[in-house]
């Protein structure tokens, strides 16, 4: 009878995501609150061997993020404050800070960016990253949320509107409807 690595006959191996051991460069930037926070869950859930960065316009947002790297955005229009669910605000403030968002995605290999549309920074300011990305020539894959419905049919219309400009400078887009995550969530 065989053994696992914890001893038991036929226990299910227990893995831990590890991507340290890759010989690709992977960074995960995530962008405005959402994006920030999916960053900040990432590294709570312990995973390992790729470099997240964490931008966002609003600086005390942006202050509490566990990532090492972080771009407050658009410092000068914003001034700290936030995009104001500013889709145009979003996309002009990760345009100040191109070149720091370059900077940081320098030798990558493959970016995952997250950020959740219909908001300010993320909803436009994430194609500016994944623009950059792929004048990079890094495999680029975008995992983005849609508002929930009750957000409003302006939100929605915003994160349509960033998922489209999204998808013209990715490799790869993933959209996560809230609304699916709140019936899924509401059967358990």
Same mark, same amino acid.
């Given at each position: =009878?065989?053994? !696992?690595?914890?001893?038991?006959?036929?226990?299910?191996?227990?893995?831990?995501?590890? &991507?340290?051991?890759?010989?690709?460069?992977? *960074? $995960?930037?995530?962008?405005?609150?959402?994006?920030?926070?999916? $960053?900040?869950?990432?590294?709570?859930?312990?995973?390992?061997?790729?470099? &997240? &960065? +964490?931008?966002?316009?609003?600086?005390? @947002? #942006? !202050?509490?993020?566990?990532?090492?790297?972080?771009?407050?955005?658009?410092?000068?229009?914003?001034? %700290?404050?936030?995009?104001?669910?500013?889709?145009?605000?979003?996309? @002009?403030?990760?345009?100040? !800070?191109?070149?720091?968002?370059?900077?940081? /995605?320098?030798? +990558?290999?493959? $970016?995952?960016?997250? +950020?959740?549309?219909?908001? %300010?920074?993320?909803? /436009?300011?994430?194609?500016?990253? @994944?623009?950059?990305?792929?004048?990079?020539?890094? #495999?680029?894959?975008?995992?983005?949320?849609?508002? &929930?419905?009750?957000? %409003? *049919?302006?939100? =929605?219309?915003?994160?349509?509107?960033?998922?489209?400009? #999204?998808?013209?400078? $990715?490799?790869? /887009?993933?959209?996560?409807?809230?609304?699916? #995550?709140?019936?899924?969530?509401?059967?358990?």
């Amino acid at each position: =009878m065989s053994e !696992s690595q914890e001893g038991k006959p036929n226990a299910p191996k227990t893995t831990k995501t590890n &991507f340290s051991d890759s010989k690709a460069n992977i *960074k $995960v930037f995530g962008i405005g609150g959402a994006g920030v926070n999916a $960053v900040n869950n990432m590294i709570n859930s312990g995973l390992e061997g790729v470099e &997240f &960065f +964490a931008a966002n316009t609003d600086a005390q @947002a #942006l !202050s509490s993020c566990n990532a090492k790297n972080l771009i407050q955005v658009g410092s000068e229009i914003t001034r %700290g404050l936030g995009a104001g669910a500013d889709p145009d605000i979003g996309y @002009a403030a990760a345009q100040e !800070s191109i070149e720091e968002i370059r900077a940081g /995605l320098q030798g +990558a290999d493959m $970016v995952f960016i997250t +950020a959740g549309m219909g908001g %300010g920074t993320g909803t /436009l300011g994430s194609s500016v990253v @994944a623009e950059v990305a792929r004048e990079l020539g890094c #495999l680029t894959v975008g995992v983005v949320t849609k508002p &929930f419905l009750f957000e %409003g *049919k302006r939100r =929605m219309r915003n994160a349509d509107r960033g998922i489209e400009e #999204l998808r013209r400078q $990715v490799d790869t /887009l993933i959209t996560i409807p809230n609304q699916r #995550l709140l019936s899924v969530a509401g059967r358990n």
